[in-house]
């Protein structure tokens, strides 16, 4: 499925300020989407400016893409995109959404921080358990009365149980972001997705491959992704903009820079895998 068909950025720019020039420089004016498109490059290539430049112009008018906290942006940047335009081939749909990778280590954030208020939580109502149940009060109101009873008809556990709930459930990282997707990603929607790979291991990283491949193809999803993953770049039929070139082309996963020294790594090592 196609949502966004074409991008098209500044291709005469008067300015200086960021955005400006960084993609006149790389001479890339228009993208073309397909059903899966990864921006690829090292760091700083503008892979990430690229997401929030389409996110941007996209919702200028009309927020048709869902984003977590507000892109922190510069005048020269409202300027920029108010000079870019796009293309749709069918309308985005509601629930589209733009994902960077500090709002997955946020969502494990908040797990973590959320038991931690259960447990100080259990402790106090430990604590408030062994003084109702075993030293006399003076009772100041018909609450200190009706904990008072409570606690003489319960045991400790049932007590705190009956108060606090259980703690979320914690996994390791690679797998609390992997839960993440799963519980983000739906059908018929367009995703943004700036380097999804990061906390993942390669098992999880071909695990959200399978979840993207699976999405794109059966439930009406387009994704737009930054990465320079060698996992999620070979993604069957994806198209790949190498931003490190100039000007930008499109490639196939294998003729990419980072791709060849994997593959010469590996080539030198190869008798060591062979034991």
């Known amino acids: 499925m196609i949502y966004l068909k074409k991008f098209e950025l500044l291709d005469d720019e008067d300015w ?20 899966i498109t990864i921006f690829y490059g ?9 997401l929030n430049i389409i996110t941007e112009t996209i919702n200028k008018d009309k927020e048709r893409i869902y984003r977590r906290k507000p892109l922190v942006k510069s005048d020269y940047f409202d300027m920029y995109i108010y000079k870019c335009n796009y293309y749709l081939e069918n309308n985005i749909p509601f629930g589209s959404k733009i994902i960077f990778s500090e709002d997955i280590f946020e969502s494990i954030l908040s797990k973590r921080i959320e038991n931690q208020k259960k447990n ?54 690679g797998q609390t972001s992997l839960e993440f997707f799963d519980n983000e990603l739906r059908e018929n929607s367009l995703y943004l997705l700036d380097e999804p790979e990061n906390s993942l291991s390669p098992k999880f990283q071909i695990e959200l491959i399978q979840l993207i491949s699976e999405l794109s193809r059966f439930f009406k999803c387009q994704f737009i992704i930054a990465t320079h993953s060698p ?45």
């Open 16 to 35: 200086s300020g960021y955005p400006f020039h960084i993609f006149l420089e790389k001479e890339l004016w228009d993208i073309e989407f397909d059903p």
């Open 42 to 50: 090292d760091n700083g290539s503008g892979k990430s400016t690229l």
């Open 231 to 275: 996992f999620l770049l070979s993604i069957p039929s994806a198209k790949i903009y190498d931003l490190d070139s100039t000007p930008v082309q499109t490639k196939n996963w294998y003729e990419l820079e980072n791709m060849k020294i994997y593959y010469n790594f590996f080539k030198e090592h190869k008798s060591k895998f062979e034991i």
């Open 120 to 173: 100080d939580n259990r402790k106090y109502l430990e604590q408030q358990y062994m003084q109702y149940k075993y030293n006399p009060i003076n009772y100041s109101s018909l609450d200190d009365f009706s904990i008072s009873v409570e606690t003489r008809n319960k045991t400790r556990s049932k007590f705190i149980k009956s108060r606090v709930s259980e703690n979320v459930r914690e996994f390791s990282n």
